[in-house]
């Protein structure tokens, strides 16, 4: 059973906007703050945006003022409003845990990951 599912992405021009939706298996929703991250071409995987167990939202300072995050805990749904985009938003979004779901691995363990949306902005 999938545990996060991402959606949304897409092909959009400077400028333009998407919304990406994330649902999220219960047991995940429920106990943790969530957040979405994403994962540029060559470049490490960041969190972007995120609830925090006080009740508030960060921003990194690349998105703040054109990304708005938002749940709908009714649903197991988060949703990340992405407006005036530019080229350098181009990456894969993946919602997760902050900090991020870990599963068993061998006899360690590692990070799991959905399979994220691609989201490219290009004219």
């Known amino acids: 059973q999938e545990q996060l599912v991402e959606s949304g992405g897409g092909l959009v021009q400077p400028g333009g906007s998407l919304r990406l939706s994330c649902v999220v298996a219960?047991?995940?929703?429920?106990?943790?703050?969530m957040a979405w991250y994403r994962q540029a071409p060559g470049k490490q995987r960041e969190l972007i945006a995120g609830?925090?167990?006080?009740?508030?939202?960060n921003y990194d300072a690349s998105v703040k003022g054109r990304f708005t995050i938002s749940k709908d805990s009714a649903k197991n749904t988060i949703y990340l409003q992405m407006n005036n985009l530019k080229p350098e938003d181009t990456a894969v979004y993946y919602c997760?845990?902050?900090?991020?779901?870990?599963?068993?691995?061998?006899?360690?363990?590692?990070?799991?990951w959905g399979q994220g949306t691609q989201v490219t902005v290009s004219s």
């Open positions: 997760n845990a902050d900090p991020p779901v870990t599963v068993p691995y061998g006899s360690t363990w590692t990070y799991y």
């Open positions: 219960g047991s995940i929703f429920n106990q943790n703050v």
């Open positions: 609830f925090t167990r006080g009740g508030w939202i």
